[in-house]
């Protein structure tokens, strides 16, 4: 399969990276040229022709008239693409291509579901085939760029991720015994990274900040904090003052209420021994009285 061919059937948004640079150089124009018509850093160009980064509507826009291509031409087609195979609405996909790749530290907090950084091919294809009209096709291509995610994790200098989850998560079953044993062990294996930190709120805590929705805090190199929360299938990505204020708040609240990190992994441990116990779904209360102490 030739190049053009590959990034045409697999990635639109290698796809534009290529066809940008094509008709940079066709033009004799520089990355630094591009940039300065687009308001944006030359890394910010390389980024685009290297696939690494969505383009902006206004930025596919530009690129036409740059290039002589017309109202609505062929960069704003190129992108419209990119969005069409987008494996979530536009406002997770600016958190998932912008924000989440450049952030230094991140914060969040999941009343339900595995985080999405955390989570196995197996038990995001369970998730994902949950949606009535999902066709396989669909549902691959949005458990394979929730696998791209996880290159944060291994770049050189990975963000510190501070993950905090209800013990309900590693107890709700999703999909069969083998995808959730499969999803602990993983787990129990990445949190032993330096940059990973992971406590659980146990099952028999209130955590009444908690109960609206989970959210993500990503500290910028800048400094911005930016939030992205979801709740009932509508999200938000903001760096409004007033909503991060109230996230962090919420925060520190759920965090007074989670496990230490030692007891947590302890727990993670002690619900995957559970499950590899079990040849059906896991039917355990949480037990009475948890270790207050151990909370921080």
Not at 216 to 233: K, N
């Amino acid at each position: 399969m030739s190049d053009e061919a590959y990034c045409d059937q697999e990635s639109p948004r290698l796809r534009f990276g290529v066809e940008l640079r094509r008709f940079r150089e066709e033009a004799e124009l520089s990355q630094a040229a591009i940039a300065a018509r687009l308001k944006v850093t030359q890394t910010h160009v390389s980024r685009l022709e290297m696939g690494k980064r969505t383009p902006q509507l206004s930025q596919a826009e530009t690129l036409d008239r740059v290039f002589g291509l017309g109202e609505r031409g062929y960069f704003v087609k190129l992108r419209e693409r990119i969005t069409e195979r987008a494996a979530g609405p536009g406002w997770y996909m600016r958190w998932v291509e912008e924000i989440e790749p450049e952030a230094v530290v991140l914060r969040s907090w999941d009343p339900l579901l595995v985080p999405g950084l955390l989570q196995t091919p197996a038990y995001a294809r369970c998730l994902f085939s949950a949606a009535p009209d999902a066709t396989p096709d669909e549902i691959e291509s949005r458990v394979q760029a929730r696998m791209r995610r996880k290159m944060i994790l291994d770049r050189e200098r990975p963000p510190v991720i501070w993950i905090t989850i209800d013990e309900w998560v590693l107890r709700r079953p999703i999909g069969d015994v083998a995808v959730m044993r499969e999803q602990l062990d993983y787990i129990l294996e990445v949190v032993q990274r330096h940059n990973m930190n992971i406590q659980v709120v146990p099952g028999d805590a209130p955590c009444l900040a908690g109960l609206s929705s989970g959210f993500v805090l990503a500290q910028l190199p800048d400094r911005r904090m930016i939030v992205s929360v979801e709740s009932a299938g509508r999200g938000e990505v903001s760096a409004d003052h007033e909503l991060v204020a109230r996230l962090w708040g919420y925060y520190d609240k759920i965090r007074s209420e989670a496990c230490s990190a030692r007891t947590s992994l302890k727990m993670i441990k002690d619900v995957r021994n559970l499950w590899n116990a079990t040849s059906g779904a896991l039917i355990c209360p949480i037990p009475n009285g948890a270790d207050q102490a151990g909370r921080a």
